[in-house]
Structures are given as C-alpha cells and as structure tokens.
C-alpha cells in the first residue's frame, strides 16, 4: 500500500511540474503599436490580437511598402513565430528563450532574420531582428 501511495504521489508531483514548465504565449505582445524609430517619410505598425495572430506594415504616404502576417503557434507543445508573406512560404521560428517580458526565436536556416526577439521596456514593445552580422532594432509605443 505505501508502494502504491508513493507511486501515486511521485506521477501527481511530475504532473505538476510539467503544468508549470509549459511556456504561455507572449500576452504582452496583444494591442496596437506604432514604430517611434522609423525611417523619415516611412511609418510601420504592429498590432497582435488576442488569438496571437497579428500584422506587421509599413507605410509610405499612401502607399504600403512592406506588409506580413505573424502568427504564435504551438507545434508538438513547442511555441513557433509564424512569419508569412515575406517569403514564398511561411517561416517557423523556434521560441528558445522567454519570460513574462520578453521571448526570443531563432531558425539558423533562414537567410535573414535568424534571430528575433520581442520584450517590453518602459511601457514600450521592442524587438530586434539579426543575423550573425547584421541587425535591425524597433521600438514601438502603444496606440491609444
């Protein structure tokens, strides 16, 4: 009997754990959000919803020059940033790092960004975009 109160206790105990270890989606990231750094005459937006599906765009007078569509997906219980319309197909990025804050995805396959990575400082949403050899910083405020 205490063999099986023990077995019991030990699989409850690992349950739990497993519960705690796995990774919430970035809620920060929910809103609208407008780029401060952008390039004069350009201006770029952002806004993620609360399904995590959101679009990225930037504008030129009335023009749009740059738009695509993210997504945060789980796959096989490991969380993906799905980039579409950039490239031909859709590019996965592994989350490999994350916090209440901040996460960090990479795929070392693709030729550029590799790396990504989104936190929040001061109320506002920043992200960074590399390469081995090259990177992009945004820094975005809230629309109210």
Known sequence: ?????????????????????KLEKPAFLIGNWIRLNDKPGSQTYETWNTNFTGIGYTKKGAN???????????????????V?????????????????????????KNEFPKKI????????????????DFRIDFVFERVK
């Open 84 to 108: 579409e319309g950039v490239n031909e197909t859709p590019t996965l990025f592994k989350f490999t790092q994350q916090t209440n804050t901040s996460f960090v995805c990479e795929n070392p």
């Open 1 to 21: 009997m205490k063999n099986y109160l023990f077995i019991c206790c030990f699989l409850l105990t690992i349950s739990c754990q497993n519960d705690k270890n």
């Open 64 to 82: 749009t020059t740059f738009q695509e569509t993210m997504s945060i997906i789980s796959v096989n219980d490991t969380l993906y940033l799905k």
């Open 117 to 132: 990575k989104y936190y929040i400082e001061n109320k506002q949403l920043k992200a960074i975009i590399s390469s081995d």
